[in-house]
């Protein structure tokens, strides 16, 4: 028999969703409404737990305690909430969540070592990567050890010329304009063979987070949670956090030493602007400490006082207060975009300018950039997707891809599109000069590819390799290609179990008439959303469209009004519409009646708020 759909709910009147039947498939086999195959391939499914009675309960408590509609209270009990821990989940604090960066391996000897730079005036050299995460990172070290006094000097490498992480002549560089301590954020772990070579010409730091299963650089300090002998348990932050925390460590140290009484002490909170952008952009789950982070952090963004930031949001088109979104996809690429095409350091340039002028042209400069790479990643992606399909086709979980004539800046994007797409791990590297192959690689939840890199690059497969379980980086000779491959297949053999396309996680079904302007402002309050924090993705069932036309200056914005059985209407859109089959349904004069996926918003516009469902997906009801 099939198996009922979860009941309607508004926001006026709370039900409690139906059980399958005693002899059915466990909750989490369920399809949400029925739909095996929707019209862009994918199932949909009910978030495991929507239909438990326990859950229900939880969540009506939940809801009851934050005074929250009962279905906020449900969203907030399937993201594993409990009423002890729902209230610091809703207002996240740092007071309540900061944890004592003692715990972390190494970091009071880190700390000890730089608040002894403090005191005594030393030149301060600081090695980054040119990311998002290693750009900010590096910005929060220079502002605090400047507004403490130090002299600082700043490399970020060359992504073509220097490759990833730390090298000799860049640290000897930071060495001969009088650094005395050198710390790496973001890079580092297993780079031994480089940075054992400054034995005696400067201390080392290391602010890292990636994984390695090597022997750890015999240097002063290796801070990093994914160290093996590190039970910190913060593993899940990113390097721009680890330095906010050295810093943190720093300053109690001076505090300790009575600095503060004769010196003035930092503003350390107004360094939480870069912990929130790089969290989300370099993909750390929103739970926790890393939620306080970024919430707390969105706050400092919102004030625009970080004069390079605020030119960038700016020619960004940020206009609102940032959120997790534009961090994600407005500003970071632009940060990104230096360090993969262009100029690797200008991204921590404009983040550490203090001249609105300065800001403005390099604002409008990675702005340019960004948009170059995005030409360069078009110009590959069409042909790497036709490769990408043929080795689905033939029955690879994994599917690497390599090309003579791609730039190596934009491997990892591509990977990840790829990825998305087919849902299974992607890799994809260019060609060099020299014969051997660079790329990028990109996960699916559930399978360790940094593991596997270190791995392969052990087994001798690779020249270099390392990163997290969602991203990893890589080189070889172009002759182990075919062995790589086959290693990578046979390491992640379990990817060849996963559908074609990505299931769509349902949290629970809304009638168009409870889709109000409250509900969406009260589900707003599980922001901000990113990794391990999905935005809660709702149906609604059965829906008619009475009214469809293209807007935007391409036309591939596609506006809709909604009905549904209930009588109410909601208006709707749907990005890049195209000529896709999802579009082309939903402008099909029959109207046949659909099932809608999205995500329901609250939107301000000249004073008015109205509600607007954003369109994921859709099936034939």
């Known amino acids: 028999m099939p198996y009922p759909a979860l009941p309607e709910m508004t926001a006026f009147s709370e039900t409690t969703m139906l059980l399958p039947p005693d002899d059915a498939a466990p909750p989490q086999a369920r399809a949400a409404l029925g739909v095996e195959a929707s019209l862009t391939g994918r199932r949909w499914m009910w978030r495991p737990g929507a239909d438990s009675p326990d859950l229900m309960r939880l969540g009506a408590a939940i809801a009851q305690r934050a005074g929250l509609p009962e279905i906020v209270g449900r969203l907030l009990a399937l993201r594993g909430l409990s009423l002890e821990t729902a209230a610091d989940f809703l207002d996240p604090k740092l007071r309540a969540l900061m944890p004592n960066p003692s715990e972390l391996r190494d970091m009071d000897v880190a700390a000890a070592r730089m608040a002894q730079a403090v005191q005594k005036g030393e030149t301060i050299g600081i090695f980054g990567d040119y990311d998002v995460d290693g750009a900010c990172a590096s910005g929060i070290l220079a ?58 010409k400067a201390d080392l730091v290391v602010l890292d987070h990636h994984k390695s299963e090597d022997a750890l650089p015999a240097i002063l300090a290796t801070v990093n949670p994914n160290r ?15 330095a906010f925390l050295a810093a943190v460590a720093t300053a109690r140290d001076l505090r300790s030493a009575g600095w503060f009484e004769a010196h003035p002490a930092p503003d350390l909170m107004r360094q939480l602007d870069l912990v929130a952008l790089a969290t989300v952009c370099d993909v750390m789950p929103l739970q926790g400490l890393n939620r306080a982070f970024v919430a707390q952090g969105l706050k400092i963004m919102a004030r625009r006082q970080r004069t390079g930031l605020a030119a960038l949001m ?158 990893a ?32 996680e349902i949290d629970a079904a809304l ?30 069932s059965h829906v008619q469209i009475i009214k469809a036309d293209r807007i935007g200056r391409d036309g591939n914005t596609l506006r809709l009004l909604l009905k549904g059985a209930d009588g109410g209407r909601l208006k709707a859109l749907l990005f890049r519409a195209g000529d896709s089959p999802l579009a082309a349904t939903l402008e099909d004069t029959t109207r046949p009646p659909i099932h809608l996926a999205g995500y329901l918003r609250a939107e301000s516009w000249n004073g008015r708020t109205d509600v607007t469902f954003f369109i994921q997906d859709a099936a034939l009801a």
Request: glycine share 12%; hydrophobic share 45%; proline share 5%.
């Open 143 to 200: 502002s605090f050890f400047e507004e403490l006094g130090c002299a600082v000097h700043t490399h970020i490498p060359d992504r073509m010329t220097e490759g990833y992480g730390p090298n000799v002549p860049a640290l000897e560089g930071l060495v001969a304009r009088g650094a005395s301590l050198l710390v790496c954020v973001d890079c580092g772990t297993a780079a031994s063979d480089i940075l054992n070579q400054m034995a005696g």
């Open 228 to 242: 093996p002998d590190c039970t910190s348990g913060l593993g899940h932050v990113c390097a721009a956090a680890l």
């Open 314 to 471: 700016e020619i960004a088109g940020v206009t609102k207060a940032p959120d997790a979104f534009s961090c994600g996809f407005a500003i970071g690429p632009r940060i990104n975009a230096g360090g993969r095409i262009a100029e690797a350091a200008l991204g921590l340039r404009l983040l550490r300018s203090e001249d609105a002028h300065e800001a403005k042209i390099m604002a409008e400069r990675l702005d340019a950039v960004n948009r170059r790479r995005q030409g360069v990643e078009a110009d590959i992606l069409d042909l790497a997707m036709q490769q990408a399909a043929a080795q689905r086709e033939a029955g690879h979980p994994v599917i690497l891809l390599t090309g003579k004539d791609w730039h190596p800046g934009v491997v990892g994007i591509v990977a990840g599109r790829i990825k998305e797409q087919f849902n299974r791990p992607a890799l994809v590297g260019a060609a060099q000069d020299d014969g051997s192959i660079k790329g990028s690689g990109r996960s699916v939840p559930g399978l360790d590819l940094g593991t596997v890199i270190i791995a392969a690059r052990q087994a001798g497969l690779l020249t270099t390799g390392g990163g997290h379980a969602m991203a």
């Open 473 to 504: 980086g890589f080189s070889l000779p172009a002759e182990k290609v075919d062995a790589f491959h086959t290693f990578l297949d046979e390491r992640l053999a379990g990817a060849a179990q996963l559908p074609d396309a990505v299931d769509l």
């Open 511 to 540: 009638s168009v008439a409870g889709a109000t302007v409250e509900l969406a402002q009260n589900m707003a309050s599980l922001a901000p959303f990113g990794a391990g924090n999905a935005e809660p993705l709702v149906a609604l």
